[in-house]
């Protein structure tokens, strides 16, 4: 049972440049998330979706995108990467709303 | 005011005594409330949940829950080297999707 696969671990990019950060779950999970997390700021919610076919701004959206693809698979775009989007990013999961999450290994972005 | 706020740390604890996490909450009919446990490097993971006042126990955590007074702490009893890692506090503070969370606290036990 894998939970909650981000792909890619890793990303260097160049300022203006975009990219995707895909996340797929195998628990049958409703509701799914994606944070940013600095250093000394804790978790920061970007977009959350409640179910398949809905998505809602969380805390911290602007420069973002997210795609629902489907009930396991929640999206993330960065359209024109800045240095200020340098962070790790989670991709998450509950059952059903603001419940036990369970979380992605992580994506460490750098933006130079 | 922050939402959930928890002390920074470093907490630094000897091996085999009791370490005491503590995190306080703005209250907005906040309904559940959780304990993660972050290493250096990896994914928070889920250690406790609860939602009634009182105490939680699971082996050696233990999670005391006081809706009046706006906290919930988290105790280990007997701490290990391997409990050093960050823990962080979330709150459902009446949202239906969201949890808000702490900072973390940096807890380090000393062999």
């Known amino acids: 049972n894998a939970g909650v696969t981000q792909t890619p671990k890793f990303q260097v990019l160049k300022t203006g440049q975009s990219m995707t950060l895909q996340c797929a779950q195998d628990m049958n999970h409703n509701s799914m998330y994606w944070y940013r997390q600095d250093p000394g700021m804790g978790l920061r919610l970007i977009y959350y979706s409640a179910s398949e076919g809905t998505t809602d701004k969380g805390e911290v959206p602007n420069g973002y995108n997210v795609s629902r693809l489907n009930k396991r698979e929640f999206s993330l775009r960065l359209e024109s990467a800045a240095p200020s989007q340098t962070s790790v990013y989670f991709c998450?999961?509950?059952?059903?709303?603001?419940?036990?999450?369970?979380f992605g290994q992580g994506t460490r972005l750098t933006v130079v | 005011q922050k939402e959930v706020e928890q002390n920074s740390g470093p907490l630094s604890v000897p091996e085999g005594a009791i370490a005491s996490l503590n995190c306080t909450y703005s209250?907005?009919?906040?309904?559940?409330f959780f304990w993660y446990r972050q290493y250096s490097g990896k994914s928070p993971e889920l250690i406790m949940s609860i939602y009634s006042n009182g105490d939680k126990e699971d082996g050696r955590f233990t999670a005391q829950l006081n809706k009046a007074s706006q906290y919930v702490s988290l105790l280990i009893r007997d701490s290990q080297p391997s409990d050093s890692a960050t823990y962080l506090c979330a709150v459902n503070l009446g949202s239906n999707y969201q949890l808000i969370w702490g900072a973390g606290t940096k807890l380090i036990i000393k062999p």
């Open positions: 209250d907005r009919g906040s309904q559940s």
């Open positions: 998450a999961s509950s059952e059903f709303g603001a419940d036990v999450t369970f």
